[in-house]
């Protein structure tokens, strides 16, 4: 006798509603090769920071710290009206530095600090003047002109394997061709990279290629989650995803540089300890402190 099969029960009114929300819920950011694909906002029922709130922490930053002059010579003409033009110690406009340069130097200033990241690429640069030398040099050769800004063997090897990757690809050690690319175009090319993650080349979009991104590193992802601009929850790919949506265009770049030098300095905004206010060294001497009183 063959098996009786049991009518499906029609699903009630509470059952569809709950397989249709689920059906339609905004999908977690993935990942290729390091590159976010998906760019919807992760919480878009999460209306901070609205555009007053992100001109008024970037005015009360700038205020504080002044512009940080580590990123001077990366500020555009016009991000808007209180920003001025870049210029170097003679009052001429500086130099622009190359992609393949910056995309260099941004490796090099992971998990270390800016002065060692600096040293780390001038000695990079004074023991092979072009990225030819760098490329026929020994791993080991690259590996001791870097160590002073830590993991030397890992970030040699990122190097190594960029250079000959773009060696093999475009037939020179050159990136210029990124700047007329789109932004979509530039994230994927970028990412075929081993070793170049999101945030590197979020960091390589907004210095180097002018364009409106907001990398987040530590820094902006504790004081980001502390101010409540994100969900407790929110991880670093969908805090990027959120803030790119969220922060206007035009306030990009200063509120970025500003908000990981004031994370640097400021020991009273975030705490390790669940990404809430240091009660035991809050004085209200930080400036943040107050917006985390419309934390929801």
């Known amino acids: 006798m063959g098996k009786i099969r049991k009518r499906k029960q029609p699903e009630s009114g509470l059952e569809s509603k709950l397989k249709s929300s689920l059906e339609t819920r905004p999908k977690s950011a993935r990942t290729t090769n390091g590159a976010i694909e998906n760019l919807k906002d992760p919480y878009p029922i999460h209306a901070r920071p609205n555009p007053e709130e992100c001109r008024a922490v970037r005015d009360t930053l700038l205020a504080l710290h002044g512009f940080p002059q580590e990123f001077a010579k990366y500020r555009r003409k016009s991000t808007d009206d209180a920003v001025e033009l870049a210029q170097d110690a003679t009052g001429l406009p500086a130099e622009e530095e190359s992609v393949l340069d910056g995309l260099v130097r941004t490796v090099l200033s992971q998990n270390t600090t800016e002065a060692n990241s600096q040293r780390a690429f001038a000695s990079l640069k004074s023991a092979f003047p072009t990225w030819e030398d760098v490329l026929s040099a020994g791993t080991k050769d690259v590996e001791d002109a870097i160590r002073c800004g830590g993991l030397a063997p890992t970030k040699a090897s990122c190097i190594k394997n960029l250079l000959n990757c773009l060696l093999e690809r475009r037939g020179k050690l050159c990136l210029e061709y990124l700047r007329d690319l789109s932004l979509d175009e530039i994230k994927s090319e970028l990412s075929l990279f081993k070793g170049i993650g999101p945030k590197t080349v979020s960091c390589v979009l907004m210095f180097n290629l002018q364009r409106d991104d907001f990398p987040v590193d530590t820094h902006i992802f504790e004081i980001a989650k502390t101010i409540g601009w994100v969900p407790a929850f929110a991880d670093r790919n969908k805090t990027y995803l959120h803030l790119n949506r969220r922060i206007p265009k035009e306030l990009m770049f200063d509120l970025n540089c ?22 035991t060294s809050c004085d209200n001497s930080c400036p943040l402190l107050k917006y985390c009183e419309r934390s929801v």
């Open 258 to 279: 500003l908000l990981y030098t004031h994370g640097k300095l400021c020991n009273k905004c975030t705490s390790k300890r669940g990404n809430q206010p240091n009660k």
